[in-house]
């Protein structure tokens, strides 16, 4: 018995004969994650792992860059679209929601009501370069998070968050400025 509990993972050539956008070099992607929706609308860079039993949700697109990871647990609801650029990543548990009912009780909730009847909050989601999120974030429709900003386990992001910081919390306060290093690091990795 080899590895009774490990499912392992489909790799770059099994992953492009199941009908997705793009999927570049070097992909793996869990084989015990759930993936609901149009694979044409999904693209996948080089170099993305994507841990087990993560659910990604394609009724909108959803885009990851190169050199992404995506720890397990995590849920992407890409019904109004979700784009990770390069060497951003999501720690175990992250949610990230591109489309959420309205809560205020001004409609009502659920994908059982007709659509007449709801009001559904919807804006995509952007994750610039080098974005690192923190276990079990929640980040809500429309939020945009700027080039190589850091987010600590356990936050709320709702809205525009400003590049190169360092934020935690719910609400979201920015912490101090996130160092730059990681750039250099990058231009020696592209050699």
Known sequence: MNAPFNPGYYDS????????AQVGEQVQVA?????VGDFSHITLGDHVR????TTLIATGKLQLGSRIHIAAYCHLSAGDGITMEDFSGLSQGVKIYSRTDDYSGEFLTNPTVP????????GEVVLGRHVILGANTVVLPGSRIGEGSSIGAQ???KGEVAPWGMYAGCPLRRLKDRSRNLLALEARLRG
């Open 13 to 20: 050539a099994a992953l492009r004969s199941m009908g997705f």
């Open 31 to 35: 084989k015990n994650c759930t993936i």
């Open 50 to 53: 994507i841990d087990g039993y």
């Open 115 to 122: 659509r007449e009847f709801l009001g559904v909050i919807a």
């Open 155 to 157: 936050s709320l992001v």
